[in-house]
């Protein structure tokens, strides 16, 4: 949903100029990334069946806890927030949404209904099974996603390679001059591609909103970074 279908709504919504500010937040993204990840695997905690449990909610209640063990009312808060606020945005991403409308537009013949419950099943089996359940697919199913994800866009910019220059030129053009974005007016360009591209640059790759690291606070390492 971020990285297809939020980068083709930055572009409808913000010109080809929104293109050049997702490529931009996605290179802060990365050292954002790193942090969170680093701080869940760091301040990860052990629950009583041995599964390992982290994620911005333990980072904020180890990470601020006094020397004698307590955790100053904010910290609490910050966790407390921070958990809530993670169900109400993965309560409305839109993901199940965004899948079943691609596949009846592809297959008319196959109702969304169907589509849903199929998805529902799916997660479910996943979720039921715990964190470790999580990071066991996600280990095997994400390099699947990146590789396919890859080579598609090396196919799609191989078969339009005659006017890949071209589009280039104008992604840098609309992104650094007040020229209107689709149906926009004319210097309202600039700011669209700033807001749409910046913003659904850190959607695609979920730097900062702390869900991934929660998924990577169960991988079986004793530190949470190795130095070459």
Known sequence: TGSIVGVATALLAGGPGAIFWMWIAGLFGIATKYVETYAAVKYRVRDKSGA?????MFVWKRAFARPDGSVPWWATLGAVSFAAFAVIATIG????AAISGIVTSS??????VAVGVVIVVAVAAVIFGGVNSIARVCEWLVPIMAGAYALGCLVIMGMNAPVLGEAVGLILECAFTP?????????????MALQFGC?????SNESGLGTAPIVAAAAKTKKPAHLP
């Open 199 to 203: 913003a659904r640059g850190l959607f």
């Open 93 to 96: 991403t839109g993901q199940a």
């Open 179 to 191: 020229k209107a974005a689709f149906g926009g007016a004319v210097g309202s360009g600039l700011i």
């Open 107 to 112: 297959v008319p013949a196959i109702p969304a």
């Open 52 to 56: 390992m449990l982290g994620g911005a």
